[in-house]
Nanobody
Framework: QVHLMESGGGLVQPGGSLKLSCAVS????????VGWFRQALGKEREFVGT????????YYADSVMGRFTISRDDAKNTVYLQMNSLKPDDTAVYYC????????????????????WGQGTQVTVSS
């Protein structure tokens, strides 16, 4: 059984930074893609970004392009989401998700394509 656990959320002022972690109980090498999604209160879940092992590609939603960066540490079985220049609109519960099969973009932007999900971590951007 695969488990994903996010951490690193919290309260940050606009313009600040946070780095979220997604720890995997097992080797991340079995995954074809790891994605980050978020869901704000009263809104639908939305795609944030994804990393695909096929070609080592990353893709981001337009709303976070240039501000968020996905990286990974295979030795630690962890995927990260570095978030800079945070805005109040970035306030949401952030989830990481993993798929065991390769997910080419734009399929990797669709949450229903992922098999495993973490429990989420709250990010609040407010002064």
């Amino acid at each position: 059984q695969v488990h994903l656990m996010e951490s690193g959320g919290g309260l940050v002022q606009p313009g600040g930074s946070l780095k979220l972690s997604c720890a995997v109980s097992g080797s991340i090498a079995i995954f074809g893609a790891v994605g980050w999604f978020r869901q704000a209160l009263g809104k639908e879940r939305e795609f944030v970004g994804t990393f695909t092992w096929s070609g080592d590609m990353t893709y981001y939603a337009d709303s976070v392009m240039g501000r968020f960066t996905i990286s990974r540490d295979d030795a630690k079985n962890t995927v990260y989401l570095q978030m800079n220049s945070l805005k109040p609109d970035d306030t949401a519960v952030y989830y990481c998700a993993a798929a065991t099969r390769p997910l080419p973009y734009p399929s990797s932007s669709q949450g229903r394509k992922y098999e495993f999900w973490g429990q989420g971590t709250q990010v609040t951007v407010s002064s």
